[in-house]
């Protein structure tokens, strides 16, 4: 199975992708995340996304469609007076437009996909 850098280089229209495999980047300290951005790395859509493993709570401005599935863990996702518990299975949709609060209960692992892709 290829891994991000591998799919960018074969430039395939069929790829895929395992979360144990993935290099993932801490952005740590800066954010409190480990990612690993295999589609905004592949670049072959307009979509962005990858994995993503947090422990920690994390706000994000977000101002482009989003779809994540909950791998391991859960995720309480909160935006003003809503908030949706996604545990791991389970996927949600954030539509643009506002800050997001992503709270996992212990360490959660989840693939997202957004639209654009930034």
């Known amino acids: ?12 229209t069929l790829m895929a992708f395992d979360p144990a495999t993935e290099d993932y980047d801490d952005l740590r300290p800066a954010l409190p995340v480990e990612a690993a951005l295999c589609l905004s790395a592949a670049a072959t859509t307009a979509l962005g996304g990858g994995f993503v493993r947090l422990a920690e709570p ?28 996604v545990p791991a299975g389970r996927a949600a949709l954030i539509q643009a437009g506002g ?4 709270e996992p209960d ?10 654009p892709r930034q």
Do not use: K, N, W
């Not at 994390?58 to 007076?81: I, W």
């Open 1 to 12: 199975m290829p891994d991000c850098h591998q799919a960018a280089e074969a430039a395939a």
């Open 58 to 85: 994390m706000s994000f401005l977000v101002d482009y469609d989003e779809a994540l599935c909950v791998l391991s863990g859960q995720l309480t996702l909160r935006r003003g007076r809503e908030a949706i518990v």
């Open 99 to 102: 800050e997001v609060l992503y």
């Open 106 to 115: 212990g360490q959660v692992t989840f693939f997202f996909v957004r639209h």
